[in-house]
């Protein structure tokens, strides 16, 4: 999420009321994700564990819990609580702007497109040309939708990220800036939820068909012409390559990749990266070849014991 101005390490301290360490005219752009940082962008990080992977990298601010060296051609923000002052951000540069019709006065939509009853636009959503957006969708603030596009009724765009800290008094949310994408020639069927990200973008790419009951989590990016079946929920963070299918019921763990061509049949539990054109089945998913065949193994079980018992 890149601010409307540069600002200088001095007015963001400030600002979260925080020490720093760098030249008080350091610039910063914005705040971003660690996944998906530039130089110039803030990255907080309040766990030791995180603390080099966070300063090695291409974030050149760091808002952090601890008082370290700060690297070369770097800036840190030192604060006791990175977590809320990140959030902090985010409510001061993308606050909650509440709406006052069902479409906004500042939303765009292009020529030829369908708006059925009962639908919400959000403030400063632009829709491009010829497309249909079936009754009861909502489409929250920020969201850019291509042209061609069909978005069946119960939908929403542009949720916020499930994304909690766990603290004594309970869960504490990671405010949601980011956007909804979607890109021409798309269709979204009925009862998906696609959340916005938190910094960044969720993308659903050109020519990409999404079923009905399909969750998207925040920040991940569906790549073109990609199918996905009905009931499968993909988490945060996801990168979804070109050309991918996706058959019903899939889970997808957060933070992998599903390379460029791969299937996955029905009833998946994907918790790694795919390698490119093959075909994964099962939880935890393994190639789909060396699945079946070591089923084929288990069903002789009983007639191998039985040869045994005989001897």
């Not at 909804?180 to 939820?193: K, P, Q, R, S, Y």
């Not at 988490?235 to 996955?264: F, P, R």
């Not at 054109?277 to 070591?294: N, W």
Request: proline letters at 4%; aromatic letters at 8%.
């Amino acid at each position: 999420m890149k601010f409307p101005k540069p600002y200088s390490l001095k007015e963001i301290a400030t600002l979260i009321g925080c020490k720093y360490k760098g030249a008080e005219d350091f610039e910063i752009l914005g705040i971003n994700e660690i996944h998906v940082v530039e130089p110039g962008d803030i990255v907080f990080v309040d766990h030791p564990k995180y603390y080099d992977k966070a300063l090695e990298s291409a974030a050149t601010i760091v808002l952090i819990n601890k008082d370290v060296d700060c690297p070369k051609g770097k800036a840190l923000l030192i604060s006791d609580d990175p977590f809320r002052d990140f959030n902090k951000l985010t409510e001061h540069f993308k606050p909650f702007k509440a709406s006052t019709s069902a479409i906004a006065k500042d939303a765009i939509i292009g020529e030829g497109t369908v708006i059925q009853p009962n639908c919400f636009i959000g403030n400063n959503v632009t829709i491009g040309k010829n497309c249909i957006i079936h009754a009861n969708v909502s489409i929250y603030d920020e969201a850019i939708i291509g042209d061609n596009v069909t978005i069946h009724s119960g939908t929403v765009l542009g949720a916020s990220a499930f994304y909690y800290k766990n603290r004594p008094e309970g869960y504490d949310q990671l405010k949601s800036g980011g956007r909804v994408i979607i890109e021409n020639n798309v269709d979204i069927g009925a009862l998906c939820t696609i959340d916005r990200g938190v910094t960044g973008d969720t993308t659903i790419g050109e020519g990409s068909k999404l079923d009905n009951q399909i969750q998207i989590g925040h920040d991940t990016v569906i790549g073109k012409k990609c199918l996905i079946a009905s009931q499968t929920g993909i988490a945060g963070c996801v990168v979804v390559e070109d050309n991918v299918t996706i058959w019903g019921q899939v889970g997808v763990k957060s933070g992998i990749t599903i390379s460029k061509g791969t299937v996955l049949y029905a009833q998946t539990g994907l918790g790694h990266t795919t390698e490119e054109g093959k075909t994964y089945f099962g939880s935890p998913a393994i190639e789909a070849r060396t699945f079946f065949k070591e089923r084929a193994y288990v069903k002789m079980i009983p007639e191998i014991l039985q040869k045994l018992k005989n001897l």
